[in-house]
């Protein structure tokens, strides 16, 4: 049953992960919009600089749980690389109930008050011509966590199964079909 839950969570973050990906190609766009605007016709707008640093956002939070889901979040390896798949798994396990589940709860209970606060005043850029409802933006921050906690339940259920020895480590995801 544990089995099953985390590979329909990899399943979830792995369709989720390839669809914010299409976030970077509007990113691109609109940076590449934003410098031709710049520097042939001379003109800015604080709207599409603001929408420059609110793509890379969402990309950047939306997007973490996918990142969990292949180990490529930073990571020092120092010690960890030279360590087997087993003990990895057993380290990755601790880590995830002492460090980040905590950390990410914090995360997602100290926000709540800033997007509800938002939310209330319909907050919008202090900018004039700025993006506005930035309490959306803001609630993004509750959802990137809230998806990222989401991989960890997968990540623990898979690292507690390996760290025990019940099945081999990959070293990335298995292909979603």
């Known amino acids: 049953m544990l ?5 329909r969570i990899d399943a ?16 691109v766009a609109v940076v590449f919009g934003d410098v031709i605007s710049r520097y042939v016709f001379n003109r800015s707008s604080v709207f599409i600089q603001e929408l420059e640093w609110h793509l890379f ?20 390896d120092i010690l960890y690389s030279k360590w087997s798949p087993r003990r990895k798994a057993a380290f990755d396990l601790v880590l995830l109930f ?22 209330a005043v319909n907050e919008g850029s202090p900018d004039p011509g700025g993006i506005p409802f930035r309490w959306a933006y803001k609630a993004v921050i509750m959802i990137g966590f809230l998806l990222l906690m ?12 390996w760290a025990m020895g019940w099945e081999e480590r990959a070293r990335h995801a298995p292909e979603i079909h």
């Open 3 to 7: 089995r099953e839950l985390a590979r």
């Open 57 to 76: 956002g969402l990309v950047y939070l939306l997007a973490a749980g996918y990142t969990m889901l292949y180990d490529e979040h930073v990571r020092i």
């Open 98 to 119: 002492v460090m980040f589940f905590p950390s990410a709860l914090l995360v997602v209970y100290t926000t709540w008050p800033f997007v509800k606060h938002s939310f």
């Open 12 to 27: 979830f973050q792995e369709r989720f992960g390839r669809s914010v990906s299409w976030l970077m190609f509007g990113m």
């Open 150 to 161: 989401l991989q960890a339940i997968s990540q623990a259920i898979k690292n507690f199964y």
